[in-house]
């Protein structure tokens, strides 16, 4: 069976990426499934984050990241509104 | 009369408080029952016979003494092996931290210690609470008290295990994604994942900060919120638990609610024929209480999916980054490749995540739960599947597996509101399939209400 990867150029530079962000972040050579996980993980993060339309087109220039906890803690102590 | 063992948990603290049965003949069944089970459902990883029968004979003379007990005084519980207790191993599941010993004793351990609890030992589960089915490569899986060739269903495998088994009255999960939720689903039991900040988690393990939730999985929705009512509440010690009103004893009637449910997209795509009759059913049993029933505009939810799991990973990849650097062959090779996942995702992109997490939340309030008091859809696609069928490893069907199991529990995870799973009448092979019930932020009433509503009905 050939390998999917070697048919695939694309498919191969990104693994060959995620193969050396393993090395250079954790300091050794993928194991098995490793480097398959992080080319398919930031290909998903591309298609399902940046890409998203969740907030239906608003502009999230001024939105920060922990706008869940507030609109959370609002909410317990119920002095307004998410 | 019931055995002393299929009584509810409820049950149970009332005939001890009766005396119609001591915490020390209660606690020796389920000791018995355990340890007879064990070989076959692997549910424990650590029982603790000796210390449960002297904590239960303790509780005898308390009771005998005339001193106050608590709301669950003398009953046998276990727990997710994942909660500290002073002096303690809590290993997680894990080769890792197979040996550690914790310094405190997390916050709901001790309000369900000074509640009367019995513990009885520590309960398998996912390697790092990591997985829907619950595997695990170093304990082995806990299997489904319904079927044992089926996944017990994670990360929480031997919560469900046990509670599903009758062995224990009622379990501490832990849900990130699902993984109090599913395990309900799969073992045919009550699971309820409160309101993100409902519970403390300090001393629970850590996955993903943004998105643990602990809470229990019991035999009935009334013992899941007494349990929930229980372990809520400020915690100094976690500083994102919040100060809300407790859980209210005096629940919305179900004739004044508006439920939604949905009868297309996401939420009803490819059903196991067994579980979109349920989810009929329940609709069928909610109308006839008197609810009304609305048709939900959901907005997309695809993405949603992905979402969970790139906040989960990224938060988890942080927390194991020294181990997964150090000891990478300590870890099972599906978690180790789930771990790593969270390096494919720039720092950028995880901050736009959490900005989308806050964004979305307002917006399904305002679409959705302005319309509705609560949203019941199924918990799971499918009944439990059977165990080889979705042991994948690391495979590149890793995901697609992953997915399959979780997608419909991990929209509320995102969403952080609370969740409670309700079983089903058994169906094929004893299988129970079960429906989920969401509601806005720190109203768990609202799903109880309806859940018990469900209960009555079946």
Known sequence: MSDPAKSDPAKSDSLADASRLIKTTMGREPLIGEANAVAAQADRALRHCVMSDLCAGQDLFHVEPDAYGAAMARIATRTGDA | MTEPLDWTLIEAAAAIRAGDISSAELTDLAIQRAEALQTKLNSFIALEPEAARSAAKAADEALASGRAVGP????PLSHKDMYDRAGAITGCGSKIRAHEVAAHTATVIERLDEAGQIHLGRLNMSEFAMGPTGFNAHHGRASNPLDPARIAGGSSSGSGSAVGSNTIFAALGSDTGGSIRLPAACCGVVGLKPTQGRVSRFGAMPLSHSLDCVGPLARSVADAKL????????????????????????????ADLTVAIPDAGFFVEDLAPEVAAFLADAEAILTG????????????????????????????????LDTMRERPEDYGEQVRARLIQGLGVPAPVYLRAMQIKGVFLRRFLAEVLTECDAVVTPTMPMLPPVSAEVEVGASEAMTRVMVSISKFTRVFSFLGLPTLAVPGPATTGGLKPSVQIAAAPFREDITCTLGEAIERGL
């Open chain 2, 289 to 320: 209480a008197g609810a009304r029933i609305v048709r939900p505009k959901l907005p997309p939810l695809d993405d949603v999916i992905e979402l969970t799991n790139l906040i989960a990973m990224t938060e988890a990849g942080a927390i194991h």
């Open chain 2, 72 to 75: 669950i005084h003398g009953v």
């Open chain 2, 227 to 254: 349990i929930t009512r229980i372990i809520a509440g400020p915690d100094g010690r976690d500083g994102a638990c919040l100060d809300a009103p407790p859980i209210g004893a005096e629940a919305p009637a179900v």
